[in-house]
């Protein structure tokens, strides 16, 4: 007997009865699950606004309301289409936004039962969010303290307003990723935007493993800003250490502070700064929240003199010397070793005061000569190019030194112990001006020959100085 021998046409009727039914429980399966996904279009959703709006507040604790229009779909996964929705935080009294064509994801779990339909993700597309620093408040705490499904925000308009409904600032935002990562046991913020026509990124986690501790991450492109901070709550202490580090242009900042709700206080990093890097930026001092106000004393080192100036004067000048009326405080800031010549050891004085900024103590060091005082200091726009101009009074501790270093003729050599300048620099090209000198402090209000003399280099400056002490021994 040979087992080998196979029946052609026996085997041809297996196959087409097994392919049969292959065929016929497929069919049954696709049909099956089409029913199952379509089971909600036949369910009315009239009186469905109140249940989709207790269920939207659980899974997401956010106040859903004035629903209007809901459509299924399950392609590509099943759906809700919301016509249109209003949101807000709750217990806040205004709406952050309203929504079109709000759509709400849906678990494939249930679908059989319409009272027991899960949410699995809503997801918001071009729309408008009007924030005031109470919606902020409200979504800091919501950050914190909820525990909600994801919620993706996408091509949308972030506003932030004061009380009196002005606009502050506007942020765009590609994507708004906002989501519990169950596999890391993390809360996640993810997003894509531009702020102030600059392009950024950020990144915040939350730990549920390190209870009371979290990261993020700000990236901005041109210029290109890197701001990375830890967050780690003390609660025996009721607050909260911070370390944030800054990467721009190649320098690296370190900030450590301590927070709560009253007060953030800037605590000394200068043994922690990396001895190796050129630029350093300590900050100390307090910020006072209620009420606000601030008095911190901020050194830099080792940076151009031009670069700063242009820095503090360029946004001093966008803002038009005008704050919000409730920022208040001062700012201390020294520039130690500065990369010039003649210079050294700039203090500035930012007084905030109800809305206007005025400059206090405003000095520089004159290397191994004095110190030089500014005051009336002021911006001014002429031929689309942008001028600092002050008066200036050079105090002279070294007058030896001083005759030597500007070659004064013996001839021309008096006591003196203060010269009294008009300054004006040209911000944009780098560009220094004098005019008028005199030996005495004279009223603002007296009119004097404004010729200004260009400064272009040391050689030229001695060239003013050694003129106009001629001058002056001729008066």
């Given at each position: 007997m040979n087992f080998f021998i196979i029946?052609?046409?026996?085997?041809?009727?297996?196959?087409?009865?097994?392919?049969?039914?292959?065929?016929?429980?497929?069919?049954?399966?696709?049909?099956?699950?089409?029913?199952?996904?379509?089971?909600?279009?036949?369910?009315?959703?009239?009186?469905?606004?109140?249940?989709?709006?207790?269920?939207?507040a659980k899974e997401f604790k956010l106040n859903f309301k004035n629903i209007n229009g809901i459509k299924y779909s399950f392609f590509p996964q099943p759906h809700f289409i919301v016509k249109k929705?209003?949101?807000?935080?709750?217990?806040?009294?205004?709406?952050?936004?309203e929504i079109n064509n709000f759509k709400i994801n849906l678990s494939l779990k249930n679908l059989n039962r319409l009272d027991r339909i899960e949410i699995s993700e809503i997801i918001i597309n071009k729309a408008n969010f009007n924030i005031t620093f109470e919606d902020l408040k409200s979504f800091f705490n919501h950050m914190h303290s909820n525990i909600h499904k994801p919620i993706l925000i996408k091509n949308s308009n972030f506003f932030l307003k004061n009380q009196n409904g002005e606009i502050?600032?506007?942020?765009?935002?590609?994507?708004?990723?906002?989501?519990?990562?169950?596999?890391?046991?993390?809360?996640k913020i993810r997003i894509d935007g531009n702020l102030f026509g600059t392009n950024f990124k950020y990144n915040w986690n939350k730990s549920y493993v390190e209870f009371g501790n979290t990261k993020s991450k700000f990236t901005f492109?041109?210029?290109?800003?890197?701001?990375?901070?830890?967050?780690?709550?003390?609660?025996?202490?009721?607050?909260?250490?911070?370390?944030?580090?800054?990467?721009?242009?190649?320098?690296?900042?370190?900030?450590?502070?301590?927070?709560?709700?009253?007060?953030?206080?800037?605590?000394?990093?200068?043994?922690?700064q990396n001895k190796n890097l050129r630029n350093k930026i300590n900050?100390?001092?307090?910020?006072?929240?209620?009420?606000?106000?601030?008095?911190?004393?901020?050194?830099?080192?080792?940076?151009?003199?031009?670069?700063?100036?242009?820095?503090i004067f360029f946004n001093l000048n966008r803002l038009e010397n005008k704050v919000h009326s409730n920022f208040n405080g001062n700012f201390k800031i020294e520039l130690n070793n500065l990369n010039n010549?003649?210079?050294?050891?700039?203090?500035?004085?930012?007084?905030?005061?109800?809305?206007?900024i005025n400059f206090k103590d405003t000095k520089i060091d004159f290397k191994n000569i004095g110190k030089i005082y500014f005051n009336n200091i002021k911006t001014l726009e002429k031929d689309d190019q942008l001028y600092l101009i002050t008066n200036a009074k050079i105090?002279?501790?070294?007058?030896?030194?001083?005759?030597?270093?500007?070659?004064?003729?013996?001839?021309?050599?008096?006591?003196?112990?203060?010269?009294?300048?008009?300054?004006?620099?040209?911000?944009?090209?780098?560009k220094y001006y004098l005019s008028n000198f005199y030996l005495e402090d004279h009223n603002d209000d007296e009119e004097f020959d404004l010729t200004y003399k260009e400064i272009t280099n040391f050689q030229k400056l001695t060239l003013i100085v050694r003129e106009e002490f001629s001058n002056f021994k001729k008066e």
């Open positions: 029946d052609k046409k026996e085997l041809i009727k297996k196959i087409n009865t097994n392919s049969f039914k292959y065929i016929i429980s497929t069919i049954i399966i696709f049909f099956s699950v089409i029913i199952y996904l379509s089971l909600p279009s036949f369910y009315n959703y009239e009186t469905y606004h109140e249940k989709l709006k207790s269920k939207l929705v209003s949101v807000g935080f709750f217990n806040n009294k205004n709406d952050i936004s502050l600032s506007i942020s765009k935002s590609k994507i708004f990723n906002y989501f519990i990562d169950k596999k890391n046991k993390e809360k492109d041109n210029p290109n800003i890197e701001i990375s901070s830890t967050f780690k709550k003390n609660f025996n202490q009721k607050n909260t250490l911070g370390d944030s580090k800054i990467i721009f242009l190649n320098n690296v900042t370190n900030l450590n502070y301590q927070f709560d709700k009253n007060v953030v206080e800037f605590l000394d990093n200068t043994i922690q900050i100390l001092g307090k910020v006072h929240l209620k009420p606000f106000f601030f008095d911190l004393d901020i050194s830099l080192a080792n940076l151009k003199l031009d670069n700063i100036l242009q820095v010549k003649i210079f050294e050891n700039l203090n500035f004085n930012l007084a905030f005061s109800e809305g206007n105090q002279i501790d070294n007058k030896k030194h001083f005759f030597q270093r500007f070659q004064i003729t013996k001839k021309n050599r008096f006591l003196v112990n203060d010269i009294y300048v008009n300054l004006e620099i040209n911000l944009d090209d780098n």
